[in-house]
């Protein structure tokens, strides 16, 4: 008996062994305080806090998110395939030594687009229920010279062409490239000068539901 009483003394329990195996006594003996529950809380309020101040409350805001969303998300896209064609042209002409002015332009206009302007931006994005008054027509007007601007400029672009091939500038075999491009620039004319730009018939609807009622 005295012999078992020994042999039970000098061995520990089990439940004392992983006591001993803890990484420290602070740990062993950490129990959760009213201090550490109102920390929890205060850090979960101020996350969900953050979140609704991010969140847009303003409906014309929301509503012209929603209207930008899918251009935001194509724009960096449509940038680098356009870098791309434009380079891709310049070199193949480089190669069959067939490159011109326009070539160059194009190029220009692409790698100025790519480097200047590589985030998508919109006034739309200013607008909202306390300015939309005042911010409306004048982005009505911005829009419409934008676009007469435009349509003016790409006329001009498609006469010049059209009068270097009736007086034969550009060579044969290079005719029929040209004529496809004049009539695609003349195309974009017309379409512009009668047609109004996707943000001038937004900037319409909004003036028809919030404005003119």
């Not at 005295?2 to 004392?16: C, H, I, N």
């Not at 891709?88 to 002409?93: C, F, K, P």
Request: glycine fraction near 2%.
């Amino acid at each position: 008996m005295l012999f078992d009483q020994e042999t039970m003394e000098g061995w520990r329990s089990g439940q004392s062994q992983q006591t001993v195996n803890l990484p420290s006594l602070a740990l062993r003996w950490f129990k959760s305080s009213s201090l550490h529950q109102i920390i929890l809380f205060l850090i979960i309020f101020s996350s969900f806090s953050w979140s609704q101040d991010k969140a847009i409350k303003d409906p014309i805001q929301l509503r012209t998110y929603y209207f930008l969303e899918e251009t935001d998300l194509s724009y960096k896209k449509d940038q680098y395939f356009s870098f791309i064609q434009s380079s891709t042209n310049v070199g193949l002409s480089l190669l069959d030594e067939s490159i011109s002015g326009m070539t160059y332009m194009f190029f220009g206009f692409s790698l100025y687009s790519f480097v200047q302007r590589p985030i998508f931006r919109s006034d739309l994005s200013t607008l909202s229920v306390a300015n939309l008054s005042d911010e409306l027509p004048r982005l009505q007007k911005k829009y419409k010279r934008t676009r007469s601007i435009s349509t003016a400029s790409t006329l001009f672009s498609a006469v010049l062409l059209s009068y270097l091939l009736a007086t034969d500038t550009f060579s044969k075999d290079k005719k029929p490239t040209m004529i496809g491009v004049v009539s695609q620039i003349f195309s974009i004319a017309v379409t512009s000068f009668f047609f109004e730009s996707s943000e001038e018939q937004y900037l319409r609807l909004l003036k028809k539901e919030y404005l003119d009622n």
